[in-house]
């Protein structure tokens, strides 16, 4: 299967993740250990430790959206929604970490199972701590000079998740977000808000990527990001649950379908419809911020929704 097939069966999964039961409207929480903070942990991220000098960079961004989107990875970790952003939080750790399957106390993750790897797969239940990226104890943090950090997390996605070959600018990309993060940078606070505001800016930063990898030739790039645009989509889709927010979801419908119909476009060089798209961004984003606080970002919101643990 193509990249491009691959993702957009991975995609139709993510959006349809809307119409799950409703004991499982988000699908972190199926990765949340048991004990953990629900609210807190669905509600709020770790800061991430990116030097200002980086955002914008057009390397940093195409991997920064990358990291984020479960369409990078293949088969059943692609299935069930996870990114690299998943266990890595923001490029950090994740203490409250834990699939089925795969760890075995919270915060860690069998990098050899065979749920998710037909290659590394060893039948060993070995799972280890998920290190924080920006910390300068880990072994890309120390290798982040090295030459080879792309050729490495290129197994990772190919080898660890059975994942097609991301585009070599991904690949490139990848490897540019994780040399970026520096304990240097991380900000003064531990964490900050999960909000609307902060998946629809990584929509659209995912979309900068595009219009930035299509200026310079790259349409498979392009592409890659325009659909990591649309996993982010899916993101805020699942929080805006119920009937009271039916229009809400009807406005991500549309912003959704026209990044759909800028695919075939960009795959021919034309980024007109991009533009369109980040000029009509601020209208519909103010109507859905108007109605966070129905939504399942809101805390007081989702801890009713979610009930007693």
Same mark, same amino acid.
């Given at each position: 299967?193509?990249?491009?097939?691959?993702?957009? $069966?991975?995609?139709?999964?993510?959006?349809?993740?809307?119409?799950?039961?409703?004991?499982?409207?988000?699908?972190?929480?199926?990765?949340?250990?048991?004990?953990?903070?629900?609210? !807190?942990?669905? /509600?709020?991220?770790? /800061?991430?430790?990116?030097?200002?000098?980086?955002?914008?960079?057009?390397?940093?961004?195409?991997?920064?959206?990358?990291?984020? +989107? #479960?369409?990078?990875?293949? &088969?059943?970790? +692609?299935?069930?929604?996870?990114?690299?952003? *998943?266990? =890595?939080?923001?490029?950090?750790?994740?203490?409250?970490?834990?699939? %089925?399957?795969?760890?075995?106390?919270? &915060?860690?993750?069998?990098? /050899?199972?065979?749920?998710? +790897?037909? =290659?590394?797969?060893?039948?060993? *239940?070995?799972?280890?701590?998920?290190?924080?990226?920006?910390? $300068?104890? =880990?072994?890309?943090?120390?290798?982040?000079?090295?030459?080879?950090?792309?050729?490495?997390?290129?197994?990772?996605?190919?080898?660890?998740?059975?994942?097609?070959?991301? %585009?070599?600018?991904?690949?490139?990309?990848?490897?540019?977000?994780?040399?970026?993060?520096?304990?240097?940078?991380? #900000?003064?606070?531990?964490?900050?808000?999960?909000?609307?505001?902060? /998946?629809? !800016?990584?929509?659209?930063?995912?979309?900068?990527?595009?219009?930035?990898?299509?200026?310079? &030739?790259?349409?498979?790039?392009?592409?890659?990001?325009?659909?990591?645009?649309?996993?982010?989509?899916?993101?805020?889709?699942?929080?805006?649950?119920?009937?009271?927010?039916?229009?809400?979801?009807?406005?991500?419908?549309?912003?959704?379908?026209?990044?759909?119909?800028?695919?075939?476009?960009?795959?021919?060089?034309?980024?007109?419809?991009?533009? +369109?798209?980040?000029? !009509?961004?601020? &209208?519909?984003?103010?109507?859905?911020?108007? =109605?966070?606080?129905?939504?399942?970002?809101? #805390?007081?919101?989702?801890?009713?929704?979610?009930? %007693?643990?």
């Amino acid at each position: 299967m193509s990249i491009a097939k691959r993702f957009t $069966a991975a995609l139709a999964l993510l959006l349809a993740v809307a119409a799950a039961p409703a004991d499982v409207p988000l699908r972190a929480l199926r990765w949340l250990a048991p004990g953990t903070d629900r609210v !807190a942990a669905l /509600t709020t991220q770790p /800061t991430e430790c990116l030097p200002p000098a980086a955002i914008g960079d057009r390397a940093v961004e195409i991997g920064r959206a990358a990291f984020r +989107s #479960p369409l990078l990875l293949g &088969g059943q970790a +692609s299935r069930a929604g996870l990114s690299c952003n *998943a266990c =890595h939080l923001q490029g950090r750790g994740n203490p409250d970490f834990a699939f %089925p399957g795969l760890s075995g106390a919270a &915060g860690t993750a069998d990098v /050899t199972s065979s749920l998710f +790897s037909s =290659h590394r797969g060893d039948g060993i *239940a070995n799972p280890v701590p998920i290190p924080d990226l920006s910390a $300068a104890t =880990h072994k890309i943090s120390r290798d982040r000079a090295s030459p080879a950090l792309a050729d490495f997390i290129n197994g990772l996605v190919v080898d660890e998740f059975d994942g097609a070959p991301p %585009p070599a600018a991904v690949r490139a990309g990848l490897a540019a977000y994780v040399r970026a993060l520096s304990p240097s940078a991380c #900000p003064t606070r531990a964490v900050e808000p999960l909000t609307l505001a902060t /998946t629809l !800016a990584d929509a659209d930063r995912s979309v900068v990527a595009a219009q930035a990898a299509l200026a310079s &030739g790259d349409r498979e790039t392009a592409a890659a990001m325009l659909l990591a645009a649309r996993s982010q989509l899916g993101l805020v889709n699942e929080r805006f649950a119920g009937a009271a927010l039916a229009n809400d979801r009807a406005l991500l419908r549309r912003a959704d379908a026209d990044l759909a119909a800028a695919l075939s476009p960009v795959r021919r060089g034309d980024a007109a419809q991009l533009d +369109s798209w980040r000029a !009509a961004l601020p &209208g519909w984003r103010a109507t859905l911020a108007a =109605h966070e606080s129905q939504s399942l970002y809101n #805390p007081a919101q989702l801890a009713r929704v979610l009930g %007693p643990a």
